[in-house]
């Protein structure tokens, strides 16, 4: 689960199963021109030092705990994840596809939450 760090159980997240998470992740870091698993920390050793991508604090980072997001890598992330949402099509008859932007438009609002409220992204 990612969620605001303002200690509100009203406020938005995000969950997934571990195994939805992970899929998650690995379709992000596809669309952004990489493979997950070759990434150190993900079974493989290429350096995070050789990927360019402002999604990487959500990337890099271990599944569960681990250092919370600040509000302003929470802001650097949402434009990309935006221009996600712009790719939608309506019509989209791939389910995988649309789960996983709905997925992208749910943490898009717990990111905006994030930084409007200036508070951290918990892993949890």
């Known amino acids: 689960m990612l969620f605001p760090s303002d200690g509100d159980v009203e406020s938005p997240d995000v969950s997934w199963s571990w195994s939805g998470f992970s899929m998650f992740r690995n379709w992000l870091a596809e669309a952004e021109g990489f493979t997950l698993t070759e990434m150190d920390g993900f079974g493989g050793d290429r350096p995070w030092c050789g990927v360019s991508t402002t999604l990487a604090p959500l990337l890099d980072h271990p ?7 600040t509000p302003a890598q929470c802001a650097a992330m949402l434009p990309r994840l935006e221009a996600m ?8 008859s791939d389910p995988v596809l649309r789960r996983r932007i709905e997925d992208v438009g749910q943490l898009v609002t717990v990111l905006r939450f994030c930084v409007d409220k200036d508070v951290a992204l918990v892993f949890g």
């Not at 599944?63 to 997001?69: F, Y």
């Open 63 to 69: 599944d569960d705990g681990g250092p919370d997001l």
């Open 85 to 92: 949402l712009g790719r939608r099509r309506p019509d989209d």
